[in-house]
């Protein structure tokens, strides 16, 4: 269920992220030599979150499909110059996938669809149709707590758990520094299931 990996990626916290960040270098390195095996873990570790944040944008899961290629097909062209400057490999491919969908909007003349309008169909799982009903209903009530929080705390959330963006990414993209976007997850997090709870939700059983 959705809500539980959510809580889940909050109890892991910020503790791997240096890491990860260090590792990202080597693997960058690779990347602008044209290593195919650097490139296959690139795709395979940012597919899904890139997926799933297009998905929100555009509404559509073949157009979101089209967009992720396109972004990688434009990262690959253009490695040579991404530099990491606070943010990492992560938050210049969402940026690559938000130009993307702009574009594509902005060809279309059209307005781009509700990003808040989940839908469970990118998070995989089996048929089985209890599963289906629950994420469905955890989708929904998911949906609705976004609703109800501030454009701030929306946008942290969305980006931390669902483009999957580091502190220090987020932190870039939205104009603060890292230790105020932690501040702000927590406490949009807090709000998050306080809104749950109002909306019936208490956690898996």
Same mark, same amino acid.
């Given at each position: 269920?959705?809500?539980l990996?959510?809580?889940? +990626? ?8 240096? =890491? ?17 095996? =650097? ?5 395979? +570790? @940012?597919?899904?979150?890139?997926? *799933?944040?297009? @998905? @929100? ?26 530099? $990491?400057?606070?943010?990492g ?18 060809? +279309? ?28 209903? $955890? ?18 959330i ?16 939205? *104009?603060?520094?890292? *230790?105020?976007?932690?501040?702000? +997850? ?13 909306? *019936? @939700?208490?956690?898996?059983?």
């Open positions: 269920m959705f809500l990996l959510l809580a889940l +990626q909050s109890a892991l916290g910020e503790a791997d992220e240096t =890491a990860a960040l260090d590792d990202e270098v080597a693997l960058v390195e690779r990347a602008r030599e044209l290593d195919d095996e =650097a490139w296959e873990r690139i795709y395979a +570790q @940012y597919y899904p979150r890139l997926y *799933g944040y297009l @998905y @929100y944008r555009v509404g559509d899961p073949d157009l979101a499909e089209d967009l992720v290629a396109q972004t990688f097909e434009r990262a690959i062209r253009h490695i040579g110059r991404f530099k $990491s400057r606070g943010g490999l992560g938050g210049w491919l969402t940026r690559i996938a938000q130009n993307l969908a702009h574009d594509h909007y902005r060809r +279309q003349k059209a307005r781009p669809p509700d990003p808040l309008e989940l839908n469970e169909a990118w998070m995989g799982g089996g048929g089985d149709p209890a599963h289906h009903a629950l994420r469905t209903e $955890s989708t929904e009530l998911l949906r609705r707590a976004l609703e109800r929080l501030t454009p701030d705390q929306r946008d942290v969305l980006l931390r758990f669902i483009a999957r963006m580091t502190s220090p990414e987020v932190a870039r993209h939205m *104009g603060k520094t890292t *230790g105020a976007i932690k501040a702000l +997850q927590h406490r949009a997090l807090a709000a998050l299931r306080r809104e749950l709870e109002a909306l *019936g @939700y208490h956690g898996p059983s």
